[in-house]
Nanobody, 124 residues
Framework: QVQLVESGGGSVQAGGSLSLSCRAS????????MAWFRQAPGKEREGVAH??????FYADSVKGRFTISRANSKNTLYLQMNSLKPEATAMYYC???????????????????WGQGTQVTVSS
């Protein structure tokens, strides 16, 4: 049984930083495609970034400010978010799929394992 548990959300002022974690069990993240998504109130869930054994990919809206990484020994995924903007306010979800990521896109239908989400609020 695959479980993904996010932590690290919270409230921060614009320009600040937050770091999210996602502890995985039942799936080795070293061989999986792991991703972060976010969903703001009234909006669709959107892909933020993904990571495979070979590469990372970021949505244009976060490129240069967010960093996705993982610690295989801890089976944990991370998202470091810097220079946060109010439009980053959303529920952030960790997601996983077995096998490689789809190149060039963080594509929601790819992922069949999801965490419960952690709230990020950025005030202006």
């Amino acid at each position: 049984q695959v479980q993904l548990v996010e932590s690290g959300g919270g409230s921060v002022q614009a320009g600040g930083s937050l770091s999210l974690s996602c502890r995985a069990s039942g799936i080795p993240i070293s061989t999986a495609c792991m991703a972060w998504f976010r969903q703001a109130p009234g909006k669709e869930r959107e892909g933020v970034a993904h990571i495979t054994s070979a590469s990372t990919f970021y949505a244009d809206s976060v490129k240069g400010r967010f960093t996705i990484s993982r610690a295989n020994s801890k089976n944990t995924l991370y998202l470091q978010m810097n220079s946060l903007k109010p439009e980053a306010t959303a529920m952030y979800y960790c997601a996983a799929k077995r096998g490689p990521c789809t190149a060039g896109i963080v594509w929601l239908p790819d992922f069949n394992y999801w965490g419960q989400g952690t709230q990020v609020t950025v005030s202006s």
